[in-house]
């Protein structure tokens, strides 16, 4: 046991730090059109090396090229340009309603908002999608009423969860939005199970699932994995790798050491890594994963490859812990910026109804906003009490009957 | 309502029935399971073991035979991963009883059963619920060691949206796993082990007993339920009140029998919702109260029971609300019958608690 | 031991005192962490956002920075992946103190905690275990809604191997956590979020307070430690006994001052081990109690206080122990103050105890 | 939504049940020294082909072939075989003691013996094994105390662990084995913290574990690889795939999807399947995995091959589930067997010499049996019911002093 060498501790850590240089490692960007699109139907043990590329479609002169350019229509595309214009007008103005003081929490998704319109489009009404708490552009491809959304967020007496939930932590099941909760990952395997039931039933419904890259790290993402694989369950389950958790940098959840997409080979089964910042990248993957779950071949992974552009929340200054300017360097662009060149590039799109259509999603959410705030902002109006005492059960029990009364609630 | 001492179930707690034959407990749950999978084709089972084989306690024995492959199915080693799946299926809109081996492994779920079973229904304001019935054998006396022996109720218990479910008998164990499954919440159901093939009351060196014979073994074939959150009456007395559940019921039998104590003995049946009516009603007429489980004393169920009574029943307390319980360390191989809270134990308590 | 009010701790708990200086609970915290890296070289800190960045509540802050890349750094979020990797570094002899970053999102770890790091010592006879202390921001107030706010403290109570310990102000926060960190069992560090800036005593309409000029915001600067198991008298009183932890003592305090009623105020300050002989000695004088908590009710640890008082005191007791919380419901968003047991209602039922 | 297909639960099953004909489903087994042996410094990116193959040193003739060929010694070698010998003479009797009523429980490893044995010679008497149940020849190989095994087992007044265990949940730290758990899978993290520790301390002790395929299914095993991986501890992790999980097979936990050893790839670390049943594979791909993890490279995963010969325990029929003749139709064969005909192979072994030795490994398992039955059996014998009250805290609390004169122990 002589001589052997001492032993040290590891510990991660990114390339820059405040006041240092942003650094994304001479992060290698393959160009657009790539990356071979195999059928859906290609055995897993031929795909083993998409997991380590980079799917992307649009080019940097806005071009989309290659084999996994999707069909979308140009009206879909300007409709997805208008759901993450939207998602953004409204995260900077509920963001700002924070400081004001008018709710106690808000959590953004700049930068990330081709992950939830995208897929919010190419899957259907009856199918369900898992959220995290950053793809509320799943909610805006949808027309969810913004109004309904500002009321949650002040918890007053017209927010449709009854004041019960923490802000943004929506549930809209007409919209095929799953019940977000506080923890991180512990929906993940309820799409898995949801998927495995519409299978069981013989329907045609598939779901779709989001982590952020840094819950990975948690038991319930292998579990759902595990599920998902062995009862090859209609799913797509993606990964939504923004660089950050919290103030924890991806290489903290494994980053360093291989790719997000690479944890698909664990279960055997597919896994994609797509420039999440190309909308028609994001478009096109989510539907060579649905056409994989809705002809019986079960599960795919997806690492969306994206920048959290913002804080983390409301309570988080990310300038604390990465250079001010990393999101500038951002390497893969904005995915509005982006989509919009591409539009413009074909010819459907220009700066004026660019400018127009700004100032159109702005107004709708300052009318949602002052609609909402009209019903009165957190602390100013708020659900009728008994609400508290609804929907812990079924049906109430006598604990809540009589807590009901000591509260001073006549039935 | 009596019905451990050979009396016949009241009538109106059955439903459908044509007729009964003797059970095991582990009968009549299979038999719970084979009725629901029948009516319902929404209900499906799955967990460690429990498909081809037929679970290790062989409670699904023959299901997957019987209502093939995907109604009954093994499920990776991952109790995380069999709860979150099963509330997936609850929110699809079916209604999974999986199964967990031993409660002793329904840990590794505990967040997916707080975080989200319970909570899933308050928080989405009703959008999703997760209409499932956890299935898991607990307790000890079968020299189980540490990890096969415990009895998590009270961590459960404090859980805010969840029912807690244990029965005692074979009678009780298919009609409440029928209504558990019915149910349009989440249901923690266990299974008292040393139950299962028989009234074990704690006099381990005694022949083992078989449920032929006894009153509660005979059940009904067919479909029905018993209530959640009604207590059965199952010895009446005017001396003293004793709370139990699951294998302690027996125990507490045997224990009053040997005490020579007139106590009047409640079979809890579920925990959450209790029967509060019940105990303070009994409570109110004997002014003493003895609580026995079989899970540590401290920070265990009792606790709560203790506190409910002595808040509810404090001006008629002749004496201390006592109680019975294992020892506040770990379960231990070789001690089980140290650590047990037997028959022995129950009647000095009791004799000590008409002193008071 | 009076120390909330103003007095100087008592001179037996204090070693190596250098100097004082004012700080708030989150200062405390970090100066206790401080003080045992700077001590042992076994002892080292690691959890979601602890590292480079300091904590989500700040606890961390600087030292990472001050003690090297190696003795505070982030973790994966994996709470079970953190706690299982902490018990093994406390079985090769470490003494690790993860962070979990919200009480409530221990429970993916509760596996970890009850089958591992509490079970380890009694099972290897004494080989391995675990001198872990597992600190974790716990409780509402903060509108952080059902997910950020819950006290999940029975639910440790109940397992035999684990240690719970809950500060209720700077000077007893940093002694504690020194004492849990220097235990050889495992400890469970719940944090009273609401706590960390300023002592809330819950009349949340009236404007935020801070530490500075509290008593027991006087904190030595360096190494001291609380024994585990010793409660504090808050304040001293004749005509009842009110038992409290965490954010809820001073909600005791400003009930008290609205009731106008003399009662003796206990600071558990500790849930396991439990000071049993300040509780007794002091419903044994009072003859009434009342036992206030954040958590839920039903199977809260009030059910285990309220069974021990009443069984210890019971001939004492002029009236039912009675218990003040959370209703049982989760922890909801907009209704925070309506769910929080504030002074009002500590105050009603303190007045009603005294009727009784 | 029209027109899509019916979607299918799939639910994976066995190839044979009872009654059936055995059926490994042409399972491909290739030749012995037919895979690389890459330096232990070559990069993940060049070894993501090896979970995918199967490292096997002793041919059908029992020769020992390829670059996988361990320097052991012969007399290692002997060391090794008598080890898994006396394993096996160890489960047989006190499988039947079992079954004689002495016990509660008991579990054998019939035809895993490679697995514990040669690992354990491997590595020092300062690393440590994070064992499963499975794992006893680990001990033998280490001559921990047959009768302190039998006295554990019996729960007598000598029992090593004080009556606190099940039967075979071991605990014996001076020979480099952690305490054993009923929950499979719960101290797999422990192995990569104790790892991180030995680094953090800059010692130079290395861990090892073992977790069952079934088991992988379970949250741990992820959590224990994604630190294992970001913090690069020096840790072997083994995952026995005995084909069997109790009375699921391994397709439950993913093994018609994949290789175990491919689960490596989601975190970066290489991943070697390995022949299970062959001892000086098993040997040389400890070598390789230690090496790595003394040269601060990282952790190792470590799949091996093998099958469960007998029951899963006293508690288990396995002709309920599988073909009776099952076993005998594996075709890695057996381990004792094969180690054997290498050894004679290489004429330091005879027949002779192994029906001497085979008396002999099996005499000390009666000489031991026979000591701990004189200390007592389960029930004629035990530790102190105050040993009951031991341990639970380094130092007892007031609840425990009062119930241990409940108990009527006087202090
Ligand atoms: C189980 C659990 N652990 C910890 C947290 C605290 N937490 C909230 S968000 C977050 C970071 C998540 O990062 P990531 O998964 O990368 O998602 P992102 O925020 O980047 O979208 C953490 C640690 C939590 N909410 N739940
Ligand atoms: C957490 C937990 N869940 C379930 C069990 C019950 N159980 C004991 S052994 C076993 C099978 C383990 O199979 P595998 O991991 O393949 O190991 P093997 O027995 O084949 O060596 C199961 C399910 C347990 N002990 N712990
Ligand atoms: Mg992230
Ligand atoms: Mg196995």
């Keep these: ?411 | 309502m009596i019905m451990i001492d050979g009396d016949a179930p009241p009538a109106t707690e059955l439903q459908d029935v044509t007729a009964t034959s003797t059970m095991t407990m582990v009968d009549a749950l299979n038999s719970a399971l084979d009725v629901m999978l029948t009516r319902d084709p929404d209900v499906l089972i799955f967990g460690e073991d429990v498909g081809y084989f037929g679970g290790v306690f062989r409670v699904t024995n023959g299901l997957q035979k019987r209502h093939g492959l995907q109604r009954c199915f093994d499920a990776p080693i991952s109790e995380g991963g069999i709860i979150a799946t099963a509330i997936g299926m609850g929110a699809y809109g079916l209604r999974p009883v999986p199964e967990i081996q031993f409660a002793d492994y329904i840990l590794p779920a505990f967040d997916q059963l707080v975080s989200e079973a319970a909570r899933l229904r308050y928080r989405s304001n009703g959008e999703f619920w997760a209409p499932i019935t956890v299935r898991s054998p607990y307790g000890g006396g079968i020299f189980g060691g540490q990890t096969h022996s415990q009895s998590p109720e009270a961590i459960f218990a404090h859980i805010t949206g969840l029912k807690t479910v244990i029965p005692s008998n074979p009678y009780d164990a298919k009609g409440l796993l029928i209504a558990s499954i019915e149910c349009d919440d989440p249901v923690i159901f266990l299974e008292p082990k040393r139950l299962y093939n028989g009234p074990f009351d704690g006099r381990h060196e005694q022949a083992v007993k078989s449920w032929a014979g006894h009153g509660a073994a005979e059940v009904p074939t067919g479909h029905y339920s018993i209530p959640l959150g009604t207590a059965a009456i199952v010895r009446q007395g005017e001396a003293a009140t004793v709370l139990a559940y699951g294998t302690m019921v027996h125990v507490a039998l045997a224990g009053i029998q040997d005490s020579g104590i007139d106590a009047e003995l409640i079979d809890l049946r579920s925990i959450v919702p209790l029967d509060i009516d019940t105990i303070v009603a009994s409570v109110r007429k004997t002014g003493r109260c003895l609580i026995l489980h079989e899970a540590s004393r401290f920070g265990g169920f009792g606790g709560e029971l203790s506190a409910l009574v002595q808040e509810r029943c404090f001006y008629e307390l002749e004496a201390p609300v006592t109680r019975v319980a294992g020892y506040d360390t770990p379960y231990p191989h070789a001690f089980e019958w140290d650590y047990f809270p037997g028959p022995a134990r129950l009647a000095a308590a009791l004799t000590e608690l008409m002193r008071g």
């Excluded at chain 1, 929506?170 to 898995?192: E, I, K, Q, T």
């Excluded at chain 1, 419904?205 to 952020?212: C, D, N, R, S």
């Excluded at chain 1, 809705?294 to 552009?309: D, P, V, W």
């Design chain 1, 1 to 411: 046991m002589t001589n052997r060498p001492t032993l040290q501790l590891y510990i991660p850590e990114p390339l820059a730090r405040p006041g240092e240089a942003v650094d994304f490692g001479g992060l290698v960007i393959p160009s657009a059109g790539s990356v071979d699109r195999p059928a859906t139907d290609t055995p897993e043990s031929e795909l083993r090396l998409l997991p380590y590329q980079l799917i992307r479609v649009l080019d940097d002169e806005g071009q989309a090229v290659g084999p996994w350019k999707p069909e979308a229509t140009p009206l879909q595309l300007l409709c997805g340009l208008r759901a993450m214009m939207l998602t953004r007008a409204f995260d900077e103005r509920l963001f700002r309603a924070h400081r004001q003081g008018k709710t106690s929490f808000y959590m953004k998704s700049t930068g990330e908002e081709a992950l939830g319109a995208a897929p919010s489009m190419v899957l259907g009404y009856d199918d369900m999608c898992f959220p995290t708490y950053r793809v509320l552009s799943w909610l805006m491809a949808r027309g969810y009423p913004l109004t309904d959304l500002v009321n949650q967020i002040f918890s007053n007496a017209k927010d449709p969860l009854k004041g019960r939930q923490l802000p943004i932590l929506y549930s809209a099941r007409d919209y095929g939005f799953y019940s977000l909760s506080g923890n991180v990952g512990s929906r993940f395997g309820h799409a898995v199970g949801w998927a495995m039931a519409s299978a069981y039933k013989q329907d045609d419904k598939i779901a779709l699932a989001y982590i952020g890259e840094g819950t990975t790290a948690e038991g319930d993402f292998h579990e759902a994995l595990t599920f998902a694989s062995v009862y090859r369950a209609p799913v797509i389950l993606c990964v939504t790798n923004n660089q950050w958790a919290i103030s924890s940098f991806a290489g903290i959840a494994g980053a360093n050491e291989t790719t997000f997409a690479a944890k698909a080979l664990a279960y055997g089964i597919p896994g994609l890594r797509v420039d999440g910042n190309d909308f028609l990248a994001v478009w096109a993957a989510t539907e060579w994963a649905a056409e994989r779950a809705r002809t019986n071949q079960g599960a795919t992974l997806i690492e969306f490859f994206t920048y959290r552009a913002s804080g983390h929340s409301t309570s988080d200054d990310p300038t604390k812990y990465r250079p001010a300017d990393e999101p500038n360097h951002w390497p893969l662009g904005d995915p509005i910026t982006r989509l919009k060149r591409h539009l413009i590039n074909e010819g459907i799109w220009d700066d004026e109804r660019d400018v127009h259509l700004l100032g159109e999603v702005d107004n709708e959410v300052k009318v949602a906003v002052r609609e909402a705030e009209s019903v009165g902002t957190l602390g100013k109006s708020k659900p009728p009490i008994a609400e508290m005492f609804e929907g812990v059960f079924a049906e109430p029990d006598w604990r809540l009957i009589e807590q009901r009364l000591e509260a001073g609630i006549t039935p």
